[in-house]
């Protein structure tokens, strides 16, 4: 019998390391629940509401932005984005992580920041002070062009609403649904925030995203 | 002149040390919440004696470990002792040397509500209100059915009290992100009904809305996640086979309707 197509269902992608690689700083324990139960049901949950609609075997992306509405959320969207920003997590800490940036990074930081510690200071604020369920993001952008010429911002966005919807490109994220951080934290969020600053925050994988954000606009 | 207004119930004491009659013969328990509580006035000299008023953070009405193991000692001693507190610390930072200062916490909350347009001090005057309405909202002991004239009028409203409560538990389910579940008594209902099942996001209340707030159910991650973790429905099941007082519930319906007549 001919197969027509197989049904596609988006998977649950893991992380680029071992649940324990990121210990003492974000325990195993944690992520056994929140890639293996809130990163897996976001998926599941987003295939059930997906299977047999027009957004079925759309990319990720698309089912995201056409979801996000231009701000009238479709029932899909908070799945939908909260996939992609746990991705988008994941990538943005690695083992051994923390530190300064290097290289064209820290230029564009230090020219549009005034420095790293700016930089720092402005996005744990960000993350400290979003109320409620969020997420902190370092983004760039350049469509718009800013009128102040800084292509590099500081958000804060709540819920699943992350930058891409918004426009931008993202670089970097932390994610501070207090589930991200309750087990590990308790009510300790800026302990949380600095943990990630100094031992996790992947530095390589924000230069790759602006390196390919900037050569799509070259 | 500033006004030296208490803005919690005047009837917490000044100490409000809890004593609960347990299996070890009634002995007192020795105190389980904080000890640092229990100043109502924060006297400030500047020049002349000026009496500051500030708000301060009304303990549950029964101790820490009462609701174990459904809602367990530990999580009390961070969602009062830390989250609570932190709400009740930094409104008063906010508010102090304002006009708002001085004004009663729903004053403080409805003001700064502004009618959606939320100003700074909103959130946490609200997370006051709500979790002082949150520990209120249980009991040990709790769950069960309602009785009398709180379960005659579910019954009314919602058909019976198994779809009040799927209704319920479905909202505090699916309200995404931070927020809360709540059972309302409408004073102008144009359809009649007089009691509702609603949901709102993060600090946002039944009461900045127009309504008068029977139950609720504190849906924040940090209200179940050491004990639940991801598992709300669980929590949200326990909360009302387990917790719920319906006997604060029946005594808020009392004074709600008390005001139509």
Same mark, same amino acid.
């Given at each position: ?7 596609? *269902? ?25 890639? @293996? ?19 079925? $075997? ?12 231009? /701000? ?6 908070? +799945? &939908? ?14 083992? @051994? /992580? /923390?530190?300064?940036?290097? @290289?064209?990074?820290?230029? &564009? ?8 510690? *700016?930089?720092? #200071? #402005? ?8 109320? $409620? ?5 370092? =983004?760039y952008t350049v ?7 800084k292509e590099l911002? =500081?958000? *804060?966005?709540? +819920? ?6 918004? $426009? ?7 994610? =501070?649904? #207090? ?40």
């Open positions: 019998m001919a197969t027509s197509t197989p049904p596609a *269902k988006l998977e649950l992608r893991p992380p680029p390391y071992p649940l324990d690689a990121l210990e003492p700083h974000m325990s195993q324990n944690t992520m056994s629940f929140h890639w @293996g139960k809130h990163h897996r049901a976001y998926v599941d949950n987003l295939n059930k509401q997906i299977v047999g609609t027009e957004l079925q $075997g759309k990319s990720l992306e698309d089912v995201m932005i056409r979801t996000y509405n231009k /701000g009238d959320l479709l029932p899909p969207f908070n +799945n &939908a984005a909260q996939v992609w920003n746990h991705d988008f997590f994941w990538d943005s800490m690695k083992p @051994g /992580g /923390g530190g300064k940036p290097s @290289g064209e990074l820290l230029k &564009a930081i230090e020219r549009d920041f005034g420095s790293f510690e *700016k930089f720092s #200071e #402005e996005f744990r604020s960000a993350a400290a002070t979003q109320f $409620g369920s969020g997420w902190a993001w370092l =983004v469509n718009p062009r800013p009128s102040d010429g911002l =500081v958000l *804060k966005t709540p +819920n699943a609403v992350n930058p891409l919807v918004l $426009g931008y490109t993202a670089l970097l994220t932390i994610d =501070v649904w #207090e589930h991200a951080y309750y087990l590990d934290y308790q009510n300790r969020r800026p302990d949380y925030i600095s943990i990630f600053m100094e031992k996790l925050v992947s530095w390589d994988a924000v230069s790759a995203k602006l390196e390919v954000a900037k050569s799509r606009v070259a």
